[in-house]
């Protein structure tokens, strides 16, 4: 295609246009989506003039999860939830940074259809070295009666009844990226005009890959089987080129599943001797990730089966996470299945 030709393509227009494909769509989970991308520009112009003004470093508190809360995930996070309660199509929100969900008390709230789980700032630990973070978040049809505040059973659902889920990554460019079940697509953030322009639609994930990423320094505390997955990437024997794959990890989820979905390969994060139930929280980061991932045509599984098949108990609950390429990922599966802690 002649990009000198090429039409802008704004989230909103495209929203408009995937809704008018379905002859009963009402038009709510459109504006939802754009009201949280309306949230993500905010925090964008945030984390973009980060070494400018106050709100690098420790807030000097922690979050539910006993993690040292920075400043900027104080703001993301308050900034989703201003948003979200002035929207009139949001029942509800959890955030990884709260003890509880928040259910909105007003009129327009009682009879929203959805709920908003959101990891508000992944990677915050990367803020303070300008290393690429990103907001995570899925968007659920609430089971609770309309008409009455929403209530935790409609936060404790499994991903496989997720509409929507996406993540926006800040980086050299700030992009969005959102699935459902029937696809992903990706937006570009173009500052000139201050709009989410589609720039990567109908996203796949690489059949194969050549690029493993997970943190490598936790080796001595994984189970026998990941041990032997990670002698294979880096072995070079059994390959069809003899060489070893390469190890990528930046340690914010949203980067290194970002390339993951853009070029193949794999991201796992498996439990260990001190994570017995893994590290990564199932609501916030691992099922909107897997939603993202199965609808580009990969793979999400927590050793022992689908991420998006796990019934939610707690708001935080945490799951072991192998997701990426359908063969790596298989590959990983076959090594980890008879020996996982998970």
């Known amino acids: 295609m002649d990009t000198k030709k090429r039409k802008l393509i704004t ?8 809704t008018r494909k379905f002859p009963h769509a009402t038009g709510e989970l ?6 949280i991308a309306l949230a993500c520009k905010i925090i964008n112009k945030q984390v973009n003039k980060a070494g400018l003004v106050d709100i690098l470093g420790k807030h000097g508190a922690t979050n539910v999860q006993g993690e ?26 959890a955030s990884e940074e709260n003890d509880d969900f928040v259910a909105f008390d007003d009129v327009f709230s009682f009879n929203s259809k959805y ?19 990103g907001t995570i978040f899925s968007i659920y049809r609430r089971v609770s009666p309309m008409g009455a505040p929403c209530t935790a059973e409609d936060f404790l ?35 000139s005009i201050g709009e989410f322009c589609l720039s990567h639609p109908n996203l796949k994930c690489p059949e194969k890959g050549r690029i493993y990423s ?6 001595c ?14 072995d070079k024997n059994g ?72 019934i939610p108990t707690e708001l935080h609950q945490r799951t072991p996470i192998y997701i990426g390429s359908k063969e790596l990922v298989s590959k990983s599966l076959s090594f980890v299945a008879e020996n996982s802690i998970a």
Not at 69 to 75: E, S, T, V, Y
Not at 221 to 233: A, E, H, I, P
Not at 293 to 308: C, Q, S, T
């Open 68 to 93: 040292e809360q920075m400043k900027l995930d104080i703001f993301a996070n308050e900034t989703l939830i201003n948003v979200l309660q002035n929207s009139a199509e949001c029942a509800g929100i």
């Open 30 to 35: 459109s504006s939802l989506l754009r009201d």
């Open 115 to 133: 709920v908003v789980l959101f990891d508000p700032l992944d990677g915050s630990s990367n803020i303070d070295v300008n290393a690429s973070i």
């Open 214 to 219: 997970v943190n490598q320094g936790n080796t």
């Open 239 to 310: 390959k069809d080129d003899g060489e070893p794959l390469s190890l990528r990890y930046i340690g914010s989820m949203v980067a290194d599943l970002h390339r993951t979905l853009i070029k193949g390969g794999i991201f796992f994060y498996p439990a260990d001797q001190k994570n017995k139930s893994g590290k990564l929280r199932l609501q916030y980061e691992c099922n909107p990730m897997a939603l993202i991932m199965e609808a580009a045509g990969g793979i999400a599984d927590f050793g022992a089966g689908r991420i998006l098949d796990i």
């Open 11 to 18: 989230l909103d227009e495209f929203t408009i246009q995937e």
């Open 157 to 191: 659902q499994p991903g496989n009844k997720l509409m929507a889920a996406g993540y926006v990554i800040y980086g050299s460019s700030t992009m969005l990226v959102y699935a459902t079940k029937i696809g992903v697509n990706g937006f570009t953030l173009e500052s």
């Open 221 to 234: 505390k994984y189970d026998q089987g990941v041990k032997d997955f990670l002698n294979y990437c880096m």
